[in-house]
């Protein structure tokens, strides 16, 4: 079935510094990735959505400065969160489809990231 | 704005019980219906999925669904659990049309079997 290795799964970090997760579809072409973050007890919240090649679209309420994300190729997108702070803490989880409506986002196994 | 309700946080149930975890949406269209079961320590992987076609849909390990679209429900159901199925299970939308294919997520309903 199809792949998507996401890295690292965990990370803990300084506040101020800036942590970068790749994800990858491992044997797919992902036309589009979704990032998003899901805090204790609730679900998933999509972030934003990126289509190889073009800007990410992002949420309502996300700032696209703080979670930068890149989808240079069909393989391989990134989300940086730029200078972290403790409520930056969640777990993000990508997910990748080769788009349409009907074809179901294989997902990552996702990154737990802990700000001090 | 499309939403997805799970009515139950945590249900425990004893081996070979049955299950049935609820779900509604609200959704202005076509939707597409999943359902993600995320095992401890791995990943979300898709359960079974209702596009169009029989309302009742078999998915992977025994379970299966059905989609009411009068009440905007997809529950999930299993005939008897095992302690492998312990897991969290959510229930996602997206819309069938064109460009519309963003998952929205319920909150997730963890089940716990006991052997």
């Known amino acids: 079935g199809a792949v998507v290795s996401q890295h690292p799964s965990w990370v803990i970090c300084k506040s101020g510094t800036s942590v970068k997760i790749e994800c990858r579809s491992l044997?797919?072409?992902?036309?589009?990735m979704f990032w998003y973050r899901q805090f204790p007890k609730q679900s998933l919240m999509l972030m934003a959505t990126?289509?190889?090649?073009?800007?990410?679209?992002?949420e309502q309420g996300v700032e696209k400065d703080k979670f930068l994300i890149n989808h240079a190729s069909l393989t391989l997108s990134t989300l940086t969160v730029t200078s972290a702070h403790p409520e930056d803490s969640s777990f993000y989880i990508c997910?990748?489809?080769?788009?349409?409506?009907?074809?179901?986002?294989?997902f990552g196994d996702g990154t737990r990231l802990s700000i001090l | 704005a499309q939403s997805v309700s799970q009515h139950n946080h945590h249900v425990i149930l004893s081996e070979a019980a049955s299950l049935e975890l609820g779900c509604n949406y609200s959704y202005g269209g076509t939707v597409n219906l999943f359902w993600y079961v995320q095992y401890p320590g791995q990943h979300l992987q898709l359960l079974l999925k209702?596009?169009?076609?029989?309302?009742l849909v078999k998915g992977i390990k025994g379970f299966e669904a059905e989609f009411i679209k009068s009440k905007f429900s997809f529950n999930l159901r299993k005939p008897s659990v095992q302690w492998s199925d312990t897991a969290e299970y959510f229930c996602?939308?997206?819309?069938?049309?064109?460009?519309?294919?963003?998952?929205?997520f319920g909150k997730g309903t963890k089940l716990s079997v006991i052997p």
């Open positions: 997910s990748a489809s080769t788009v349409n409506s009907n074809q179901p986002q294989h």
């Open positions: 044997d797919f072409q992902a036309t589009t």
């Open positions: 990126s289509n190889e090649g073009s800007k990410a679209t992002y």
């Open positions: 996602a939308v997206t819309g069938s049309g064109a460009g519309s294919y963003q998952l929205t």
């Open positions: 209702y596009f169009s076609g029989d309302p």
